[in-house]
């Protein structure tokens, strides 16, 4: 069983157990979070993308960590201009373990 959750802008495949990174939450270490924009829902007997019945369908993840991620290196140059310009980005994330599905 597998569900598609919408988070932060992105859509993450999902499964019991699984550990996903998703854009910053605003939760502590170890706090509970439920995710209740569901997209799809995969069971046994197949597909439900039904927004009716995906209503109360939500995901519940326990937050393992907080950080940010690898350094990006932004560079911009014009040749012959004297023109350099380097940046640098890190983005936010939450680290979360996949509990259940509730469908």
């Known amino acids: 069983m597998y569900a598609v959750v919408t988070t932060g802008g992105k859509q993450v495949k999902v499964a019991q157990g699984d550990v996903v990174r998703v854009e910053k939450l605003d939760a ?3 706090d509970t979070v439920e995710l209740d924009n569901v997209s799809l829902v995969a069971k046994d007997d197949g597909l439900v993308v039904d927004r009716t019945a995906l209503d109360n369908a939500k ?11 690898k350094k990006v290196r932004v560079f911009k140059m014009k040749r012959r201009k004297g023109y350099r310009r380097n ?3 890190r983005q936010p994330f939450t680290e ?7 469908a």
């Open 87 to 89: 940046n640098g980005h």
């Open 59 to 69: 995901v519940v993840c326990q937050v393992l960590k907080q950080g940010r991620g």
């Open 96 to 102: 979360l373990r996949i509990r259940e599905i509730l």
């Open 28 to 30: 502590g270490v170890g």
